[in-house]
């Protein structure tokens, strides 16, 4: 079981209105070193509401997406937690403990609105950068100058985000397509190489990539425990663009031959 998060698509703006006034700078400021002793600081404040007989094993984390995971053995619990719960109230600690062994949907709920307060301890730790080979120049669509000219068009060249031609699979015939994705946590936008043919035009091509640039502006929406990643705000900006209609009648119509391969 896992409550996860997804950091990395708010604008800059909203996740500022969104911190808290006192946030726990001892999260920030822990060393590693001091990891186990917040370890066992957090494991102690826990174990007085488990169940008699059952044991704790308690890991800190610094996650970028799992927040909470538990695995629930007949002899105890496994939980590895993210280090945003250093310090954390006793009402967390609490919600924590019913998550654990229960479970418990209102206890996740609170533990999902912590974890949505607590997003810039997240967005603080160092990303790795990933060796990611991009090729943005196909034989017939340039992506490179397809998400430059939107860029510039339609999100004031602000959007942060790289894009490239998806792998090159195994043909076989297809019941569905994913023609493009956005991957959230390397900013990434893959196309897949089926658009990259002389009789799909240009304009298809560029309103997938408009589709994946929409998802590097606007945040996911948590719904619970649900993700929306098409929101209202989404669906609307995504209608604005002028050839969608044009867009959506060449898929409806060109749908086929594209799963044909
Ligand atoms: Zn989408």
Known sequence: MCIGTAPGAAPT???????????PRQA????????GAHERAIGAALRVYLPPGKALELRLTNNHY?????RRKPDGYRLRLHRMFI????????????????????????????IDG??????????????????????CHDLREIFDRLNVERFDS???ARITWGPVAAHRARRSIKMGSFAVEDRIIRIHPVLDQPDVPAFFVAWIVFHEMLHGKHDIVRKGRRRIFHGPAFVDEERTYPDHERATAWERANLDRLLGG
């Open 13 to 23: 703006a909203s996740r500022r209105a969104l911190r808290p006034e006192a946030a």
């Open 28 to 35: 920030r400021l822990s060393a590693p070193a001091d990891l």
């Open 66 to 70: 799992s927040m909470i995971s538990v």
């Open 87 to 114: 310090g954390a109230e006793p009402r967390i600690v609490r919600a924590l403990s019913r998550y654990v062994v229960h479970n418990d949907r209102r206890a996740s709920q609170v533990l999902g609105a912590y």
């Open 118 to 139: 607590h997003q810039h301890i997240i967005k603080k730790q160092p990303r790795k950068p990933r060796q990611i080979n991009l090729r943005t120049a196909g034989v």
């Open 158 to 160: 602000t959007l942060d």
